[in-house]
T-cell receptor
Framework: ELKVEQNPLFLSMQEGKNYTIYCNYS?????LYWYRQDPGKSLESLFV?????AVKQEGRLMASLDTKARLSTLHITAAVHDLSATYFC????????????FGKGTRLHILP | NAGVTQTPKFRVLKTGQSMTLLCAQD?????MYWYRQDPGMGLRLIHY???????AKGEVPDGYNVSRLKKQNFLLGLESAAPSQTSVYFC???????????FGQGTRLTVV
């Protein structure tokens, strides 16, 4: 059964600093999603990673996927307050089920 | 372009009452999903569908039923609501194959 673990679950950081959120998963997959959620809002798609070695960047966020290690990272460069949110990774189960399973999320708080 | 629309947005139920949540998408997506979100638990998959007339169990299916009679609609039913079903419910859809999944705005359900 597919399990998805994120760490850290909570992160408080200063503006201007760099940091990385990690997403590990337990079974083979080469489809990984990153979402952002603001308080009281729905989920906004950030990245869809479709193969081993995939790297995508948007502004100060960069996501990568290593399917052999079953690991994805979301790197934040020079954080700004507007990036404060909860970030979720989700993984597609690569079997007949086609389920999308989420991690518990990383609550990111960026201090001015 | 409405995307994914959930009805209702808020609801309060008494224990033992029944209700149906409606998810409608206008993107001609094959796959649809129902999740619940609870504090500290991330999003947990309740049921999902890989096409009209199909449904499958997710991670936490007990106490819920679903139907996908039309491709654009995915219904989530609670036959006898319990306080443990107090949650925020999200519907999502995608074209399958690891494509981007789009979320509705959520339904906040309280069972008293």
């Amino acid at each position: 059964e597919l399990k998805v673990e994120q760490n850290p679950l909570f992160l408080s950081m200063q503006e201007g600093k760099n940091y990385t959120i990690y997403c590990n998963y337990s079974t083979t997959s080469d489809r990984l999603y990153w979402y952002r959620q603001d308080p009281g809002k729905s989920l906004e798609s950030l990245f869809v990673l479709l193969s081993n070695g995939a790297v995508k960047q948007e502004g100060r966020l960069m996501a990568s996927l290593d399917t052999k290690a079953r690991l994805s990272t979301l790197h934040i460069t020079a954080a700004v307050h507007d990036l404060s949110a909860t970030y979720f990774c989700a993984v597609l189960a690569m079997n007949r089920d086609d389920k999308i399973i989420f991690g518990k999320g990383t609550r990111l708080h960026i201090l001015p | 372009n409405a995307g994914v629309t959930q009805t209702p947005k808020f609801r309060v139920l008494k224990t033992g009452q029944s209700m149906t949540l409606l998810c409608a998408q206008d993107m001609n997506h094959e796959y649809m999903y129902w999740y619940r979100q609870d504090p500290g638990m991330g999003l947990r998959l309740i049921h999902y569908s890989v096409g009209e007339g199909t449904t499958a169990k997710g991670e936490v299916p007990d106490g819920y039923n679903v139907s996908r009679l039309k491709k654009q609609n995915f219904l989530l039913g609670l036959e006898s609501a319990a306080p443990s079903q107090t949650s925020v419910y999200f519907c999502a859809s995608n074209a399958g194959g690891g494509t981007e999944a789009f979320f509705g705005q959520g339904t906040r359900l309280t069972v008293v």
